[in-house]
């Protein structure tokens, strides 16, 4: 197997997909199957440890998005998802304006008490 393409797959569980559901694309590229990674399982949060860390209270205005977010409170916008997360918001749509949406510090301590780091 090729090593992975990216930093965010160096932990995941590598498995080689041959399920029969694929069998006419395969046949089409002349292959047996794909070499896939796994979906990371996260921890569920444990809000009696996140207390310990320290946190911001940012309240939702008009143009907010999680990813500007991330940007903005951790330097990265790519993990705008820990954002989601925490606050229990799939995506902007569930949030509201004037709403208070809480961001743990720091990002590393966060990523560990999510089993992600």
């Known amino acids: 197997m090729a090593s992975p393409p990216g930093p965010?797959?160096?932990?995941?569980?590598?498995?080689?997909n041959s399920y029969p559901e694929y069998s006419e694309i395969l046949d089409k590229r002349d292959k047996f199957g794909?070499?896939?990674?796994?979906?990371p399982q996260f921890q569920r949060a444990?809000?009696?440890?996140?207390?310990?860390?320290?946190?911001?209270?940012?309240?939702?205005?008009f143009g907010d998005r999680f990813y500007k977010l991330?940007?903005?409170?951790?330097?990265?916008?790519t993990v705008w998802w820990i954002i989601a997360f925490l606050n229990?918001?799939?995506?902007?749509?569930?949030?509201?304006?004037?709403?208070?949406?809480?961001i743990y510090?720091?990002?590393?301590?966060v990523?560990?008490?999510?089993?992600?780091y």
Do not use: M
């Open 70 to 77: 991330a940007y903005k409170y951790y330097n990265n916008s």
């Open 111 to 116: 990523l560990l008490q999510l089993g992600v």
């Open 88 to 102: 229990q918001k799939p995506t902007e749509s569930h949030c509201t304006l004037g709403e208070e949406i809480t």
């Open 46 to 61: 444990n809000y009696f440890e996140l207390a310990t860390l320290d946190s911001i209270n940012h309240i939702w205005t």
């Open 34 to 39: 794909i070499e896939q990674y796994a979906t």
């Open 8 to 16: 965010r797959y160096h932990n995941r569980r590598r498995f080689f």
């Open 105 to 109: 510090l720091p990002l590393r301590s």
